[in-house]
């Protein structure tokens, strides 16, 4: 099979998006299919760092420009029928956009419809992650209304569409998705992040790992610390725009020595911060999946998500791994982890249920599932 892989997202660029579109391709390269990727162009002085290697695996750099609100983030700003005469070099079996982008939707179609080739698209985000900037509150639910109009016309489209959770599939088929859907999640490698060995201390923190950005609702877990009991440490993992505000806010509130800011980490170091961590918390409402979150989980950290979005699917009802807590309520976030440190027996069991929720979705079980989605278009 060769597929036309078409992403903004992807390493250098770190994101959950384009952590999925690097574990799809290079997954799927493994299994000997010639993949394409076609991400953003990078101007020559920066370094292009992609440390996927495949002899199966190809990149195409298509012209972009910074995005004005992400500065790290490139936008395509192809011609018209730049991606028409690209397609038409590579002549892909299969073509898979990785987000829904109007203004190079028109070419990929086009080529997709002459030449009689399946395209797929990927969703990969609730209308919270963009209402969430937005102000006033009034505005929100027509704000809503068109972007998820206008995405489900493209889906539409379309011979199939991928999403990783019910819930963003339940948020489609809402808006009208006529298209044939399947929910395939993100995965995580639970060979690399796994719980620790008897030889990692723990040292009692509770860990958030991601963007430091103003989506996330940080500050509710900062106003929490104080009544969080037993002095437990909490760890931001991470930078983002809204840095300097949760710092400001831990020092007004007189909590510097109980909240840690870790900066950035490497991807090498990410599983040993896991395993040194006790609990894990997303306080975030605009979530698809949560990557981070799978990530703890495979780690054997018990789970404390908001109730929003599709971060309640992260806990099992069978199996309990972890507690939901009202989104944006600091006190009720306090009280849901005051429960579970409060019990070793449920600390310990809600850890060993996250590693069993984690391997349902182990990453090679999931590019497989890419595979046979796109193998079945192909009949």
């Known amino acids: 099979m060769r597929l036309a892989f078409i ?17 799809i391709t290079s997954g799927l390269a493994d299994l000997g299919h010639e993949i394409h990727v076609f991400l953003p162009e990078y101007p020559e002085q920066q370094v292009r760092s992609h440390p996927l290697v495949s002899p199966k695996l190809y990149f195409h750099f298509v012209p972009s420009l910074t995005n004005p609100f992400k500065k790290t983030h490139r936008l395509f700003t192809p011609s018209p029928v730049y991606f028409f005469k690209a397609l038409s070099e590579v002549k892909p079996d299969i073509i898979h956009l990785q987000e829904p982008q109007l203004h190079i939707f028109s070419s990929i179609k086009l080529y997709s419809k002459m030449q009689k080739r399946p395209l797929v698209c990927a969703h990969h985000f609730p209308p919270e992650f963009i209402t969430n900037q937005i102000h006033p509150e009034i505005v929100k639910p027509l704000v809503t209304w068109l972007v998820m109009s206008s995405v489900v016309s493209l889906y539409n489209q379309s011979q199939e569409v991928i999403t990783p959770t019910h819930a963003m599939e339940s948020l489609l088929r809402k808006y009208g998705l006529k298209t044939p859907i399947s929910v395939i999640s993100n995965g995580v490698d639970t060979k690399r992040f ?46 983002g725009k809204a840095e300097s505000y949760l710092k400001n806010l831990a020092e007004k509130l007189q909590l510097n020595n109980q909240i840690k800011f870790l900066g950035y980490v490497p991807e090498t170091e990410k599983p040993k911060i896991y395993q040194q961590a006790s609990i894990f918390v997303m306080p975030s409402t605009a979530e698809a999946q949560s990557i981070v979150s799978l990530e703890a989980a495979a780690s054997g950290l018990p789970l404390v998500l908001a109730n929003a979005a599709a971060l309640p699917e992260l806990i099992s009802p069978t199996h309990p791994n972890g507690l939901l807590f009202t989104p944006k309520d600091p006190r009720n976030l306090a009280d849901t982890i005051n429960k579970i ?24 079980m999931i590019i497989k599932s890419y595979e046979s989605t796109y193998l079945n278009l192909l009949q």
Do not use: M
Request: no cysteine; charged share 15%.
């Open 7 to 23: 992403t903004s997202s992807f390493p250098p660029y770190t994101s959950g998006v384009g952590i999925n579109a690097a574990t």
């Open 341 to 364: 440190l409060a019990s070793h027996q449920k600390l310990t069991a809600f850890g060993k249920n996250s590693r069993l929720l984690s391997l349902t979705h182990e990453t090679s």
């Open 194 to 239: 796994r719980p620790p060995g008897k030889q990692i201390n723990k040292r009692g923190s509770i860990l958030y790992f991601g963007r430091l950005d103003f989506d996330k609702n940080l500050d509710t877990l900062i106003q929490a610390a104080k009544h969080i009991s037993n002095g437990y440490e909490i760890w931001f993992a991470g930078s």
